[in-house]
Each structure stands twice: as structure tokens, then as C-alpha cells.
């Protein structure tokens, strides 16, 4: 069975940092990317950052410069980085790891609060 446990959410000051770690559980086949999602209250969820298995890596324009991902190279632990933290990023953050044939795999997510 395959799971996605998300850690390392929080609430913190702007200007703060966090890190959020996802630890994969179970047999996964075909990993052609590992990522964070977010959705904020009242918005739709969104891509915050992703690295291709071949690691190249993905930012949403807003977060870039601020945010690092990265991950083990058995693909089973993928982290965030998140520094410089404001308001805006307060969201629940999702880990998320997809495969060829497309599947995606998704954790329980996490709370971020940025308070101001």
C-alpha cells in the first residue's frame, strides 16, 4: 500500500522558514516526478514546486528564489524548502509523486500558516 506522509508544517512569522518533509511508503512503479501542491483558503490548489525524475526542477513564479525542492535519490523522501515565508504562502501543502502511465499519488497534506 502506498503512502505519502507529509512533515514539518507549521505556523511561523513572515520572513520565517520551513521545511516540509514527504516520506514514501509501498511499491511505486514508473516515478517521473515528486512535487508540492498547495491550496490556500478560497482558492483553487495550485503547483508550488516540482523535480522530474531525471531532476530537473519546476517553480511556481511566485515562490521562486525562496523555495528549494529536492529529494533522495531513491526517490523516496522529497523536501521543500521554504524560506522567506509570507503571508501569501499560507496553504495547506500536498505532497504529490506521479508516474508513467500517468497516476498520481497524493499525501494527506500539511498546514502552513504565515502570520504577519
Known amino acids: 500500500q502506498v503512502q505519502l506522509v507529509e512533515s514539518g508544517g507549521g505556523l511561523v512569522q513572515t520572513g520565517g522558514s520551513l521545511r516540509l518533509s514527504c516520506a514514501v511508503s509501498?511499491?511505486?512503479?514508473?516515478?517521473?516526478?515528486m512535487g508540492w501542491y498547495r491550496r490556500a483558503p478560497g482558492k483553487q490548489r495550485e503547483l508550488v514546486a516540482d523535480v522530474t525524475s531525471g531532476g530537473s526542477t519546476n517553480y511556481a513564479d511566485s515562490v521562486k528564489g525562496r523555495f528549494t525542492i529536492s529529494r533522495d535519490s531513491a526517490k523516496t523522501t522529497v523536501y521543500l524548502q521554504m524560506n522567506s515565508l509570507k503571508p501569501e504562502d499560507t496553504a495547506v501543502y500536498y505532497c504529490v509523486v506521479t508516474t508513467q502511465p500517468l497516476r498520481m499519488y497524493w499525501g494527506q497534506g500539511t498546514q502552513v500558516s504565515v502570520s504577519s
Open positions: 509501498g511499491s511505486i512503479f514508473g516515478i517521473s516526478g
